[in-house]
């Protein structure tokens, strides 16, 4: 399984990301993919998830300002960040069935 992500980089507040998940390896259209995220000197977070059952689920934090979608064809999960907040900033990792993929760093400046 590798889950590979894209698309961190630097926003100035209330400007969008949108961070890609690519996942290889598993059967995509069954399983669970969660963004989670761990800002410095704090406890990892799980942001948002898109469920084999096709639901989503998202962290009171971010609800209303991310919007989390999967491309079939593409084997790819996406995160719609807008209107980001300083306190957004983190390091962005995606997973599934406890497998991670290499961080991504989102940083919301002031």
């Known amino acids: 399984v590798q889950l590979q992500a894209f698309g961190g980089g630097l926003v100035q507040a209330g400007g969008s990301l949108r961070l890609s998940c690519k996942a290889t390896g598993l059967a995509f259209a069954y399983n669970t993919i969660n963004w989670h995220r761990q800002a410095p000197g704090k406890q990892r977070e799980l942001v948002a998830n898109s469920t084999s059952g096709g639901s989503t689920n998202y962290a009171d934090s971010v609800k209303g300002r991310f919007t989390i979608s999967r491309d079939y064809a593409r084997r790819t999960v996406y995160l719609q960040m807008n209107s980001l907040k300083p306190e957004d900033t983190a390091v962005y990792y995606c997973?599934?069935?406890?497998?991670w993929g290499r961080g991504t760093q989102v940083t919301v400046s002031s």
């Open positions: 997973e599934a069935r406890d497998f």
